[in-house]
T-cell receptor, first 113, second 109 residues
Framework: AAGVIQSPRHLIKEKRETATLKCYPI?????VYWYQQGPGQDPQFLIS???????DKGSIPDRFSAQQFSDYHSELNMSSLELGDSALYFC???FGQGGYEQYFGPGTRLTVT | GIQVEQSPPDLILQEGANSTLRCNFS?????LQWFHQNPWGQLINLFY???GTKQNGRLSATTVATERYSLLYISSSQTTDSGVYFC???????????FGKGTTLSVSS
């Protein structure tokens, strides 16, 4: 079965640079979530989209922005990168809003030097 | 917002032992999921279990929604079971999963 695809899998950037993370949900899934997991931490919710509209926002810095496109893939744009942005970034997808199971991608490991 | 607490924070087992991991949540939930994060960082879906009991091989889970807790049972543990186990509950708005701090399981041979 098709899974959530994230690219790139690994990314190394320098401070103050920008990064773009991409997420391709499971076919026919219309809801996408982004989570950030720092070293030794639990995943923290950043932002979610349903039918290409932002549905909720968590602890996402103003330097980050995201959107969901017409084909339902999503991109997380991160600017003015800081050392503290080094983390594992997960994308998850599901169908519809509410209590449906979320399926997670393999994550993008971002290292900021 | 909803609070999710997991216990114990750490668990060390010998291969073949059984274990029970607990997840308490502060409010009623429409979605409760268990994940295993392997040493490579991947989050593996174990169970989607807002209520009731499910089994998958050596793993099983039970959620008692009225009492706001869920249990994950691991029987005959293997070294490959090592890693972090997360419980996550959907927030009231239905827009985000809230994770517990996790239980780190180490199984030695």
């Amino acid at each position: 079965a098709a899974g959530v695809i994230q690219s790139p899998r690994h990314l190394i950037k320098e401070k103050r640079e920008t990064a773009t993370l991409k997420c391709y949900p499971i076919p026919r899934h219309d809801t996408v979530y982004w989570y950030q997991q720092g070293p030794g931490q639990d995943p923290q919710f950043l932002i979610s989209f349903y039918e290409k509209m932002q549905s909720d926002k968590g602890s996402i810095p103003d330097r980050f922005s995201a959107q969901q496109f017409s084909d339902y893939h999503s991109e997380l744009n991160m600017s003015s990168l800081e050392l503290g942005d080094s983390a594992l970034y997960f994308c998850a997808s599901t169908f519809g809003q509410g209590g449906y199971e979320q399926y997670f991608g393999p994550g993008t490991r971002l290292t900021v030097t | 917002g909803i609070q999710v607490e997991q216990s114990p924070p750490d668990l060390i087992l010998q291969e073949g032992a059984n274990s029970t991991l607990r997840c308490n949540f502060s409010d009623s939930v429409n979605n409760l999921q268990w994940f295993h994060q392997n040493p490579w960082g991947q989050l593996i879906n174990l169970f989607y279990i807002p209520s009731g009991t499910k089994q998958n091989g050596r793993l099983s889970a039970t959620t008692v929604a009225t009492e706001r807790y869920s249990l994950l049972y691991i029987s005959s543990s293997q070294t490959t079971d090592s890693g972090v186990y997360f419980c996550a509950a959907l927030n009231q708005a239905g827009t985000a999963l809230i994770f517990g701090k996790g239980t780190t399981l180490s199984v030695s041979s």
